[in-house]
């Protein structure tokens, strides 16, 4: 910091040029006194180089008049010492010492209390809400739960969405399969052939009394040929298949028991015979019933006497599923009818 003081100068020019002369000519160095001040807070200020610089000009210098002209001045020096690098990043750029840093000290700010209105008005919202919420506490745990019922159609959705075609297709097979089970349900228990049904079951048993007396445990041994010759019997009356397969079906069940299954001729004939005996036309049933027992007896008059004498005593343990069904269905029709008429008689009672 420097600062500059200049000195009095006299207005007259004459004691001027008389001062220049009586004095020493030439320029006075500069004079410096000590000064060292501290501030209360250990700041030190450097010493004070006070310099006196005077510029005088003689006789024979540029001016020989009586104006002269004379330049004095002080020279003063000051230097902030004892202050380290963190204090002047605090401070920054400022120069001003610590004693009035205080004055320039910005007061605090008034505190702003109008958001504390804002506040409350949404808080006093939230509460509210939150009242008719717990008010409204039966729709919530019924939107709960229809949310619940929700992420399983989700998930069917996301599984249809890749085997869709698949999932219709097995829909479909149990829909058509239990609308069949019911139609024919309903069949038999409205048409159920009674007469008829019975026929079968008597000619049917009758076939295989034969089968079962010309060789025993005959029938026990083979109720899947037994089952699925009835099955086709069935399929040929209801005109699911043609005579001509129902035919050639036959003639397989004959193969496979006569030539796979190593069995006799009776054995082997038999689910066909029991077949043709059921739904054919009264004169196949004639024609079968008549081959049949020929074949049964020709076959039983060929075996040892002691081997047949030794395994007649079996007897028929399971009886085959067609003549079962059969049975089933007259029985069903028979107690529909029953109970048609006892409502019937009831109503009128």
């Known amino acids: 910091m420097s600062i500059t003081l200049s000195s009095l100068s006299s207005s007259t020019p004459f004691l001027n040029k008389i001062s220049s002369i009586t004095r020493i000519k030439g320029q006075l160095g500069a004079v410096k006194l000590p000064l060292c001040l501290t501030s209360g807070e250990g700041t030190r200020i450097k010493p004070f180089k006070l310099e006196l610089t005077q510029k005088y000009s003689g006789l024979f210098g540029g001016n020989y008049g009586f104006l002269l002209s004379r330049k004095n001045e002080f020279i003063v020096k000051a230097e902030n010492g004892g202050v380290d690098k963190g204090e002047n990043e605090a401070r920054g750029e400022s120069t001003m010492p610590e004693r009035f840093r205080y004055l320039t000290k910005e007061a605090d700010d008034k505190p702003v209390r109008w958001p504390w209105l804002i506040a409350l008005a949404f808080l006093l919202y939230a509460w509210r809400t939150v009242l008719w919420e717990l008010g409204n506490w039966k729709k919530a745990v019924g939107a709960v739960f229809r949310f619940i019922c929700y992420i399983p159609k989700l998930v069917l959705a996301v599984v249809y969405y890749f085997i869709g075609d698949q999932v219709t297709a097995v829909i479909r097979f149990i829909e058509t399969t239990l609308y069949s089970i019911r139609a024919f349900y309903s069949s038999v228990i409205a048409y159920a052939p009674i007469q008829e049904l019975t026929t079968i079951i008597v000619l049917a048993s009758c076939v295989l009394a034969v089968g079962e007396a010309a060789v025993p445990d005959s029938v ?121 008429y006892r409502h019937l008689t009831w109503m009128i009672v």
């Open 220 to 340: 026990n041994s083979q109720p899947y040929l037994l089952t699925a010759a009835g099955i086709m019997g069935y399929a040929a009356v209801r005109g699911y298949i043609s005579e001509l397969f129902f035919w050639f079906i036959l003639l397989g069940l004959f193969a496979f028991a006569r030539f796979i299954k190593k069995r006799d001729y009776v054995s082997s004939a038999m689910p066909s015979a029991a077949a043709l005996a059921a739904v054919g036309e009264p004169w196949v049933r004639l024609v079968v019933m008549v081959s049949y027992t020929a074949l049964a007896i020709l076959q039983h008059s060929k075996m040892p006497l002691n081997r047949s004498v030794g395994e007649t005593t079996g007897a028929i343990r399971k009886v085959p599923v067609p003549l079962i069904c059969a049975a089933m269905a007259i029985g069903v029709r028979l107690a529909a009818k029953w109970a048609g």
